[in-house]
């Protein structure tokens, strides 16, 4: 990321936003439109696996995807350019954003052949305000081919490649059946770095069996990388997943609200401050999905119970990043 993009601490959050990246990046407000655009997964057709990750559901992720879509993977009953359109007027009309990221968001969507991405890809960034091209997207679904396709829109939008993470420990990615492992994800990450290409991570705290001190060793994992942005979100149960039964046998041990801001703060304090928070709690929008946790506070008091918790402390992101030791995954 050009120095000029980045942004040292906010004393007023403790934490580097993604809204403030975007405004000191583009000069106004920016927001993503989400997309749906039929990909399914390498861990669901059996590629890498079967059944998905254990706490997958991936429909309830955005509201607008499920929305305009359906949310479901194979085909969406809208195209790109109605999701997009309709997006845009939306994010007008609701938030007066002046610019729009393309954002491929529901499962994993540099699977496919070149030519269809390409031409997906090129419906979604046709509009005159968009700026932006951002693909959610797994590690092992990135061969050269579509290193380079993705690559070649840099001279027209800013680009951005979202890669699950969740933990960098292999025996947590076996046991929720992620189908790959923290190696895939870090070649992944280096053969993107220099290709102009902007990267996030996303990391879930608090996955099946994980300590506080595993959870960290993620975060000190991921220092050396280089990411542009991370996404921090708790575990949660959806309905209908394999995590489910999990819970219901008593297996699983899930955060309160207090116990998570601790542990986002402790995270952050963990990765340096130039690496933009695009999300820092997750949420499932779809009626009757969640099962567990419920908590009171909604999603914009977590927020403040960070930024508090940042300012009790006396600290900030990266406030521990320099004289960590090194982590191999296990």
Not at 32 to 49: M, Q, W, Y
Not at 111 to 139: C, H, M, Q, S, W
Not at 167 to 181: I, K
């Amino acid at each position: 990321m050009p120095e000029n993009d980045r942004t040292p601490e906010r004393p007023a959050l403790g934490y580097y936003p993604f809204s403030e990246y975007l405004k000191r990046r583009f000069g106004c407000k920016v927001h993503k439109v989400s997309l749906h655009a039929g990909f399914t997964c390498p861990n669901r057709d059996g590629k890498a696996g079967v059944g998905g990750c254990t706490y997958c559901i991936n429909e309830s992720f955005s509201p607008q995807v499920r929305e305009t879509t359906g949310g479901q993977a194979g085909k969406p009953p809208r195209s790109v350019r109605e999701q997009m359109a309709d997006g845009i007027a939306y994010m007008r009309a609701r938030y007066r954003a002046k610019k729009f990221f393309a954002y491929f968001q529901a499962f994993s969507n540099t699977y496919a052949p070149v030519e269809k991405l390409r031409a997906l890809y090129d419906e979604a960034i046709a509009f005159p305000d968009v700026v932006g091209l951002d693909i959610g997207t797994r590690p092992d679904c990135v061969p050269a081919e579509v290193l380079d396709l993705v690559e070649s829109y840099t001279s027209r939008v800013e680009v951005w490649l979202e890669y699950g993470l969740q933990s960098a420990h292999d025996a947590t990615l076996r046991r929720v059946n992620r189908g790959h492992d923290f190696a895939t994800f870090r070649d992944a990450v280096e053969r993107t770095r220099g290709r102009n290409i902007r990267i996030c991570a996303h990391v879930i705290l608090g996955l099946p069996g994980e300590t506080r001190e595993q959870m960290m060793q993620t975060a000190l994992a991921l220092q050396p990388l280089g990411l542009d942005a991370i996404k921090l979100h708790h575990l949660y149960v959806a309905r209908g997943t394999p995590l489910e039964a999990e819970y219901r046998a008593g297996r699983l041990r899930l955060f309160s609200a207090s116990e998570y801001v601790a542990v986002a703060c402790d995270f952050l304090e963990r990765i340096p401050d130039t690496v933009a928070v695009q999300r820092l709690v997750g949420d499932t929008t779809s009626e009757g999905v969640l099962v567990a946790p419920v908590w009171p506070e909604p999603k914009t008091e977590i927020l403040r119970l960070i930024a508090q918790e940042f300012q009790r402390r006396g600290t900030r992101q990266g406030a521990l990043v320099h004289g960590l030791i090194s982590f191999s995954a296990v």
